[in-house]
Structures are given as C-alpha cells and as structure tokens.
C-alpha cells in the first residue's frame, strides 16, 4: 500500500503599522477587536487582511478653495432669511482602541465613513440651527460671539460620538450677502455724516459763543474807556505824545496849535 504525503506551503505577507496609525485584522471578512500596534504584523493572504487606520491628527475642512476638490462651506438662512455661509475646519483623533469598532459600525475605509455619515451631516446640521436662531444683523454685530457659540455647539454634538476625540472647532470664516454688506456699509457712511455734520455744527456754536462773548468784551471795553476819556485825560494824554515826538531823534517837525494861555487846542466831544 502506497503511502502519500501532503505538504502544505503558506505563504505570508507582512504590514507596516506606522506611528499615528493602528491596524485593524479580519480573519475571513470577520473583523478583530484586538488593533494592532505600530510595528511590522504578518498575516495570511486570501484568509486575513489588515487594514491601516490613521488615527491622529484627522482635518476636516469646510472649506473649497476654486478649482479644488473639498467639501463647500456651510450656507444657511437666518432667523430673517438672509444666506450666511460659514467656513470651518474640524480636527479630531480617533480612539486607538476603538478604531475596530468603528470599522463594524461605520464600515471601510476609516476614517472617510466616520467623517460621512457622522462628522459632516453633524456639523452642517448645528450650524444650520445656529443661524437660524439669529437675524443677519445680529449675527454681524456679535461675530466673534457667534463663532465662539457656534465651536461650543459643534463641539458638544461631535463629543456624542465617545470613539472620536474633538481637538479643535476653528470657525475660519463667516460670509454675508453683499446686498446685506451693502446696506451695513451705506449705514455706517450715513452714520458718518451724521457725526460729521454734528461735530461741524458743534464747532460753529462754540465759535458763536466766543463771537458773543468777545463782542461783549470789546462793548465792556468801549464803556470803560468813554467813562474815562475826560477833558484833562486827552490833554494830558496829547503832551505825552508831544514830549515823545520832541525827544525822539527824528527830524519831524511838529506845530501843536495852542491858545493865548499856551494850552494845546484839542477838540473833544
């Protein structure tokens, strides 16, 4: 009786698990819960697979720059049914231990699955709330106070998924309609004028008011001087002038008119 002998090669192939990454084994499509550490990881080809999760540092932008492929910017209507857009960026990690169970539940390729159907319907859904709570204007006029409500919103609603941690909620940018921006812009040049012609009209009561009282100052001066320009005062006042003109070193030659008594003839009123 002849006897056979059987020898079975296998072959195995390896995977290079880096650092910031997990890997995640199934035996047969059936998904382990036991992630594998940075390092090198052997496996069965055609029985086992291992697929690379990257679980750090994860960047998910609101934001589409022309010509670029990413996800638009978020736009919602007001409480006043105006169009806000809203630009933002999530960052977050996702558990090491828990990256398998995502997988089960959320299914291949992580993280894209998490971010579709959890993160981004998440965050489109709180902004829109959001917006809707408040006017344009209002929105407008507390715009940091908005962002900073509108990062504690995303990030309590993201905190709902435990296997994802949330590191950061960056609201980069919040747009108005320009017809909105234009009527804020032809109100603040109104609101300009306004000041402006106040200051002016302000200025030119105050230049009244030192008209009038420079007015009654030179009047008050007027009064004064009459009471005292008497008869004795002008001539006294005359031989002053006289007696200047006599000792100066100019060659002027000065006739006074006086009368019989050698009085200088002035005539006051």
Request: charged share 30%.
């Amino acid at each position: 009786m002849k006897r056979f002998s059987y020898i079975f090669v296998i072959f195995a192939a390896c995977a290079q698990v880096n650092s910031g990454e997990v890997g995640v084994r199934a035996n047969f499509g059936v998904i382990d819960t036991n992630e594998l550490q940075p390092g090198l990881h052997f496996f069965i080809p055609a029985v086992q697979t291992i697929t690379i999760v990257p679980i750090y540092n994860l960047t998910l932008d609101f934001v589409k720059e022309k010509g670029e492929e990413g996800l638009d910017p978020i736009e919602a209507l007001s409480k006043d049914g105006l169009p806000v857009k809203i630009e933002l960026t999530v960052r977050y990690a996702i558990v090491p231990d828990k990256a398998a169970e995502l997988l089960i539940d959320y299914g291949y390729p992580l993280p894209q699955t998490v971010e579709r159907k959890f993160i981004i319907p998440s965050v489109r859904s709180e902004v829109r709330d959001a917006v809707s709570l408040y006017n344009t204007s209002d929105i407008y006029m507390m715009r940091e106070n908005f962002s900073n409500l509108l990062k504690d919103r995303l990030e309590k609603a993201l905190k709902k998924e435990s296997r994802i941690m949330i590191k950061d909620v960056y609201v980069r940018k919040v747009e108005f309609p320009r017809k909105f921006l234009s009527a804020i812009e032809q109100k603040q040049i109104a609101q300009q004028e306004a000041e402006r012609m106040k200051y002016i009209l302000e200025k030119e009561k105050l230049e009244a008011e030192r008209k009038k009282i420079e007015a009654e100052g030179i009047a008050e001066a007027q009064r004064i001087i009459a009471r005292q320009l008497t008869s004795q005062y002008l001539t006294w006042k005359y031989l002053e002038v006289l007696k200047q003109f006599a000792e100066s070193q100019n060659n002027t030659i000065i006739v006074a008119p006086y009368d019989q008594k050698l009085t200088p003839l002035i005539r006051v009123k």
